[in-house]
């Protein structure tokens, strides 16, 4: 469940995402229960692996961030996916291109940070699933490699 404040128009929303199954998410904004339906049904990610790039002088945390899991391969390949929300701001490869675990292939803007996006395992760009400039959300497939 995550909870978001929204400030739409002028007008204050409380928005709860209660649960999303494939493409149909079960909200409620204002205590008034909705049923979202998405063009295309939401992907949970796989594995991802972030370095972040500041742009400004980085805070410093008490807590050590957990490193990213190991990537999962599937049948059609290694799925590179977003690890939260933002803006494809740069696509650094394409398809077909050869690329080693760890070789920057975009970079996402969340929360005004350039997020830099590796390969996750050795391969082909078999697929690129996004372009400059779109927003994506959380678990949003990015690329395939194969």
Do not use: H, R, W
Request: glycine share 8%.
């Amino acid at each position: 469940m995550k909870e978001y404040k929204l400030k739409i128009n002028g007008n204050d929303y409380n928005v709860v995402i209660n649960d999303v199954q494939e493409s149909v998410a079960s909200i409620e904004v204002n205590g008034s229960n909705y049923k979202v339906e998405f063009e295309k049904p939401i992907v949970k990610p796989t594995a991802i692996k972030v370095v972040k790039t500041a742009t400004a002088a980085p805070a410093v945390s008490a807590a050590a961030p957990k490193p990213a899991a190991a990537p999962a391969p599937t049948a059609g390949g290694t799925t590179v996916s977003s690890p939260l929300p933002g803006v494809i701001l740069e696509v650094c490869v394409k398809e077909g291109d050869t690329v080693k675990n760890g070789q920057k292939i975009m970079v996402l803007e969340a929360m005004k940070m350039e997020n830099v996006i590796e390969a996750t395992a050795d391969g082909v760009i078999k697929s690129i699933k996004v372009n400059k400039g779109d927003s994506v959300m959380e678990g949003t497939p990015l690329a395939i490699i194969g």
